[in-house]
T-cell receptor, first 115, second 116 residues
Framework: GAGVSQSPSNKVTEKGKDVELRCDPI?????LYWYRQSLGQGLEFLIY????????KSGLPSDRFSAERTGGSVSTLTIQRTQQEDSAVYLC?????????????FGSGTRLTVV | AQKITQTQPGMFVQEKEAVTLDCTYD???????LFWYKQPSSGEMIFLIY??????QNATEGRYSLNFQKARKSANLVISASQLGDSAMYFC?????????????FGTGTRLKVLA
C-alpha cells in the first residue's frame, strides 16, 4: 500500500478483555516496529521485526503483550487481559531496512482506551 | 545505556523567526543515527531529518537543519523562518548502529507553538 495502515483507529475495551491491533506495512519494507505513546509522553519501544530474524521483544512491558508478523508483512499486536494502564496510542512503523537513513514511516496509530 | 534528552517541554517562536530545539544523547556505540520527527495535533509522526554519526557536515532539509556537535553529544534541530504550520510536538530519536536491533529511542518531545 501507499502508507502504513493500522486498524482499528480507535478501540474501547473493558478491563480484562483481550484486544488485537493490526498493522499493514508498506509493501517491500522488511522492518516493522511497534511503539506505544501514552498521553503527552514520548514513544516507548515495544517490539521490532526484521525479515525472518527473531524479533526483538525487549520492549514488551509484560507477558500479556505479544506480537506476530505473518509472511513478513502484516503484524498483529495482542494485549491479553487489558488493564487501564494499557490505554495509549499504539503506533506501528515500517522501513526498508533497520538501517534506513530515511527514518520510519509511521501509521496513524490505534487509540486504545481501557475502561 | 542509550538515552535521549529533550529539556524543553514547550517553546514559543514568532512567525518568520528561527527556533532551536535542543536534543542531547548518550551512547557508547560509535555508530549511530539521529532523527527528528514532527507530530502535529492530528497525531501522525512525520520524519524530518537524519544525521549519521560519521557524517562530516550538518544535515539540512529545506527549512530544517541539524546542529550536530558530536563532542557535546548534541543534535539540535533548527527551524528557520517559522510558519504557523510548524506548531507541533517535535521528537528527537537515536538509533544505535551495531546492536543489531535498529530500534529507535525517543526523547520526551518539545511542544512548539508558532505565534502570528
Amino acid at each position: 500500500g501507499a502508507g502504513v495502515s493500522q486498524s482499528p483507529s480507535n478501540k474501547v475495551t473493558e478491563k480484562g478483555k483481550d484486544v488485537e491491533l493490526r498493522c499493514d506495512p508498506i509493501s517491500g519494507h522488511t522492518a516493522l516496529y511497534w511503539y506505544r505513546q501514552s498521553l503527552g509522553q514520548g514513544l516507548e519501544f515495544l517490539i521490532y521485526f526484521q525479515g525472518n530474524s527473531a524479533p526483538d521483544k525487549s520492549g514488551l512491558p509484560s507477558d500479556r503483550f505479544s506480537a506476530e508478523r505473518t509472511g513478513g508483512s502484516v503484524s498483529t499486536l495482542t494485549i491479553q487481559r487489558t488493564q487501564q494502564e494499557d490505554s495509549a496510542v499504539y503506533l506501528c512503523a515500517s522501513s526498508l531496512g533497520g538501517s534506513s537513513n530515511y527514518g520510519y514511516t509511521f501509521g496513524s496509530g490505534t487509540r486504545l482506551t481501557v475502561v | 545505556a542509550q538515552k535521549i534528552t529533550q529539556t524543553q517541554p514547550g517553546m514559543f517562536v514568532q512567525e518568520k523567526e528561527a527556533v532551536t530545539l535542543d536534543c542531547t544523547y548518550d551512547t557508547s556505540d560509535p555508530s549511530y543515527g539521529l532523527f527528528w520527527y514532527k507530530q502535529p495535533s492530528s497525531g501522525e509522526m512525520i520524519f524530518l531529518i537524519y544525521q549519521g554519526s560519521y557524517d562530516q557536515q550538518n544535515a539540512t532539509e529545506g527549512r530544517y537543519s541539524l546542529n550536530f556537535q558530536k563532542a557535546r553529544k548534541s543534535a539540535n534541530l533548527v527551524i528557520s523562518a517559522s510558519q504557523l504550520g510548524d506548531s507541533a510536538m517535535y521528537f528527537c530519536a537515536m538509533r544505535e548502529g551495531t546492536s543489531g536491533t535498529y530500534k529507535y529511542i525517543f526523547g520526551t518531545g518539545t511542544r512548539l507553538k508558532v505565534l502570528a
